[in-house]
């Protein structure tokens, strides 16, 4: 699937086609259960909600002055050695990609995760150009021998049983693999490593990009990330452009936080830092090191009040803990980022002609906004985003409607006439005092919902019974 390939069709029919997967909510479930277990355990050993002040600071200043911070490691990053490109779209970024691995002759990329990458569909333009492309992240290696995009942003291919991986395994390397986590994880081990001695071009992302040092990080749990980065001769990294800290300080706060809310592990397996490329007196490392500092539609969520998305560290905690994204997985989204964090920036992204519908994935419980550990107020940002959707494409007939109904409603008299209208009204409709199954336009709601029938006496009907009943 290309980036956005599925966002010009509705969440509903998306989500409704995830649902007919029964196993598919305990698979996630599963799997979020633990984390968020192991992030709440992790977070009650600290301050947690002075860690996230802190963060959530960081973050806002970062944004603020990104203009800034982004010069300032364009800067330092140069003066070490490493080639930066400011690209403004998704397909600026990808020519310059394109070219970098053209000129130098190359045929195999060893790519670590990138959810920037996912964004501006790198594979499918290097393969287009003939290019073997293989994932060496497992989970990213996993929905790569699928045919899928990543379901996840931290876990890719956590919509995926072992048995099912164990298929893609027999399917793809043509002898039979067990039901057995360690047995598969050897053999794509021995895979990949093969991949990472013949790669000409190693591809990564970039979890944090430090403007004082011009130096980048890379977060993984597999040593994929430090391979990739190290063993072949060129290396280009590519960047959301506000992915950056100020300095080591800030990066001393943030990767706690990423790695923390991402697995509820205290650190990780490995920190990677990338200064440049390789000096003469150092025996491995690549000749060349080239960073992608990635726009595409960022620069105009700055100065508005969507600004604070742009504070996110993908660190995928609101996945976890979102009952919507629990239920349809990352794919009912129809688009490279899933669950809060997708429902939100993806039509900030796009524009909502593409994704106006997504902001309405949400049961607006809050839960992503109390997890998030940058403080991104993310069902408030749902609310605005559906109030700006409802302004850019709000049907004349549901316009009318509203109106009428204001109307109807306004005043007290009407208002008991119509209350007295819906009593009668529901009586052929009402099971087990609920409303399965209403008439349009209710039938929209009624398709996933129940609906509570009108009671037999509003509040006031009681509450003025109640005063006669005293004064008898």
Request: with cysteine; net charge positive; charged share 25%.
């Amino acid at each position: 699937m290309t980036p956005e390939a599925d966002v010009l069709h509705r969440f509903e029919d998306r989500a409704a086609a995830q649902l007919r997967k029964k196993r598919l909510p305990l698979i996630i479930g599963r799997a979020t259960d633990a984390r968020e277990a192991r992030r709440r355990e992790a977070f009650g050993l600290v301050d947690a909600a002075g860690l996230r002040a802190a963060a959530e600071a960081v973050r806002a200043h970062t944004v603020a002055n990104l203009p800034v911070y982004l010069d300032r490691f364009a800067s330092n990053a140069e003066a070490r050695g490493t080639r930066v490109f400011f690209a403004s779209t998704a397909g600026d970024a990808v020519d310059y990609i394109r070219t970098v691995v053209a000129d130098r002759g190359a045929r195999l990329v060893a790519k670590g995760k990138s959810m920037a990458a996912e964004e501006i569909g790198l594979n499918h333009a290097l393969e287009a150009d003939g290019v073997d492309v293989v994932e060496t992240d497992l989970g990213e290696y996993i929905v790569q021998m699928a045919g899928e995009p990543p379901s996840h942003i931290t876990a890719p291919a956590v919509h995926k049983t072992r048995d099912e991986v164990a298929r893609l395994f027999s399917a793809r390397h043509g002898r039979s693999f067990p039901d057995d986590a360690e047995v598969l994880t050897a053999f794509a081990r021995e895979v990949l490593r093969e991949v990472f001695l013949r790669a000409d071009i190693g591809i990564s992302g970039v979890n944090f990009a430090i403007a004082e040092t011009g130096s980048f990080v890379i977060v993984t749990n597999e040593g994929n990330g430090r391979m990739v980065t190290s063993l072949p001769r060129v290396h280009i990294a590519l960047m959301g452009m506000e992915r950056i800290v100020p300095s080591h300080r800030e990066l001393a706060l943030m990767l706690p936080m990423l790695v923390t809310s991402a697995s509820g592990r205290p650190v990780t397996t490995y920190f990677s830092f990338i200064n440049g490329p390789r000096l003469p007196d150092e025996s491995d490392g690549p000749d060349e090191v080239h960073v992608v500092v990635l726009d595409n539609g960022r620069s105009k969520i700055l100065g508005t009040e969507f600004q604070s998305i742009l504070h996110c560290i993908r660190c995928g905690a609101c996945q976890n803990v979102c009952p919507v994204y629990r239920q349809v997985g990352g794919h009912g989204y129809g688009a490279v980022y899933g669950g809060p964090i997708g429902a939100v920036l993806t039509p900030l992204l796009v524009g909502f002609e593409r994704a106006g519908d997504l902001p309405h994935a949400s049961s607006l419980c809050g839960a992503c906004t109390e997890v998030c550990p940058v403080g991104i107020p993310l069902h408030e940002h749902l609310l605005a985003l559906r109030r700006e959707v409802a302004k850019a494409d709000r049907p004349v007939v549901e316009i009318t409607a509203f109106r009428v109904w204001s109307t109807a409603w306004r005043r007290a008299r009407r208002y008991r006439f119509f209350v007295h209208l819906s009593r009668l009204g529901q009586r052929m409709l009402v099971r087990r005092n609920r409303i399965p199954r209403a008439p349009f336009p209710l039938s929209k709601w009624t398709r996933g919902r129940d609906l509570p029938p009108v009671a037999r006496e509003t509040f006031r009907e009681r509450w003025e019974r109640g005063l006669q009943d005293e004064g008898n």
